[in-house]
Nanobody, 120 residues
Framework: VQLQASGGGLVQAGGSLRLSCVASGFTLDYYAVGWFRQAPGKERKGVSC????????YYADSVKGRFTISRDDAKNTVWLQMNLLKPEDTAVYYC??????????????WGQGTQVTVSS
């Protein structure tokens, strides 16, 4: 049972990346999924989350209009499309799955993180 986050990399400011979060050993159908990020020396913060049906999503103010979260339960995958990237988006990005939707809720499963580095 695990979540696998991938898709990070080095990109110039203004560029795009798409992160993937793939579940194995369980199905994501009944889980809300969140993306979080942690920059060096800073606490982990929520970036975006999507409810189990995919009908509702939240975004941190800092990424609204630039990031889009989506899911395909047939593929057991949630994506985070990140456009117009800025140097301040540099962080390790984690995905997590849990029964409740929101930021300050308990997540049952966490991915290992994928590094996103945005150069100026």
């Amino acid at each position: 049972v695990q979540l696998q986050a991938s898709g990070g990399g080095l990109v110039q400011a203004g560029g795009s990346l798409r992160l993937s979060c793939v579940a194995s050993g369980f199905t994501l159908d009944y889980y809300a999924v969140g993306w979080f990020r942690q920059a060096p020396g800073k606490e982990r913060k929520g970036v975006s989350c999507i409810n189990s049906s995919g009908g509702t999503s939240y975004y941190a103010d800092s990424v609204k209009g630039r990031f889009t979260i989506s899911r395909d339960d047939a593929k057991n995958t949630v994506w985070l499309q990140m456009n117009l990237l800025k140097p301040e988006d540099t962080a390790v990005y984690y995905c997590a799955a849990g029964p409740s939707f929101g930021w300050d809720v308990a997540y049952d499963y966490w991915g290992q993180g994928t590094q996103v580095t945005v150069s100026s």
